[in-house]
């Protein structure tokens, strides 16, 4: 991996402006497809942080968007790529699902055994050195279920429970403008349903329960954003997907 740049700290992170008080924060020199897409919204009272990226290098220090006012920091779901600097915020939030991984996030819990080597990369972070990656523990302030509010003053974000990329899987939607947040179980790239914790039945009903959400853009967890008929085009070639494979698409108990 020698032929790769090595990136200092300050020129890591990337912060793009969006439309409706929403930010990317992103790691560009991560390969698109293990690259986390942090997104900060902006509220009256609080921001909103869904998902802290890879956690080599620190967002409070690098991105000081990120420390300007007081901050509710929710976790998507708890692979690697997803959690890394959330021990760097105080108001944290999981799905009970998986509370535990985000207190006690093991390699093999968060799928880093996995994902987490040299070939993320496209420029290698100082200091990176692949068997010594580990993430450190942020128990939850908040432990979240289906139907909670996320509440920034004068913006509200609704919970809902997608299972099936992970168990505790969550997407926020802003019923208002209709912003949602999706993480990892749709975005506009090649889904996962086969780490250790997947659930391709889990993932199938998610996706039917939510094809007929009012969308105006989704931000998922990679990849670009993309508004509803891309939304519902990307569900329906899943679910297609699976029919073609043969596989049983009602729901286990």
């Known amino acids: 991996m020698g032929s790769l740049p090595v990136i200092d700290a300050p020129d890591w992170y990337e912060a793009i402006r969006m439309a409706d008080g ?8 991560i390969k698109p497809f293990f690259r986390c897409n ?10 909103l942080l869904f998902d802290t990226g890879l956690g ?20 998507s779901h708890t692979h690697f790529d997803h959690i890394g600097c959330h021990h760097e915020f105080p108001d944290r939030c999981v799905h009970r ?4 991984i985000l207190a006690d996030p093991r390699n093999e819990w968060t799928v880093a055994d996995r994902y987490a080597t040299d070939d993320m990369f ?3 972070p100082q200091g990176w050195e692949s068997s010594r990656y580990r993430i450190l523990p942020a128990p939850a302030d908040r432990l979240l279920e289906h139907g909670d509010i996320v509440d920034l003053g004068d913006r509200a974000f609704e919970v809902i429970h997608t299972p099936g990329h992970s168990p505790g899987g969550i997407a926020l939607y802003e019923k208002k403008t209709g ?6 179980i749709i975005y506009d790239g090649p889904l996962i349903d086969d780490v250790y914790h997947s659930d391709m039945s889990d993932y199938v009903e998610t996706l039917l329960a939510t094809r007929e959400l009012d969308v105006s853009v989704v931000h998922g967890g990679h990849f ?4 509803k008929v891309r939304y519902r085009q990307l569900i329906d070639e899943y679910l297609a997907q699976k029919r073609q494979a043969g596989c049983h698409l009602r729901r286990h108990t």
Do not use: M, N, Q
């Open 22 to 29: 929403v930010t990317l924060i992103h790691e560009p020199w």
């Open 38 to 47: 942090i997104w900060h919204v902006r509220g009256r009272d609080r921001d």
């Open 56 to 75: 080599h290098f620190s967002l409070r220090t690098y991105v000081p968007l990120v420390t300007e006012r007081k901050l509710t920091c929710v976790a």
């Open 122 to 124: 496209d420029g290698l």
């Open 97 to 100: 699902a998986e509370a535990k």
């Open 179 to 184: 912003i949602l947040l999706s993480g990892d």
């Open 224 to 227: 670009p954003s993309f508004g």
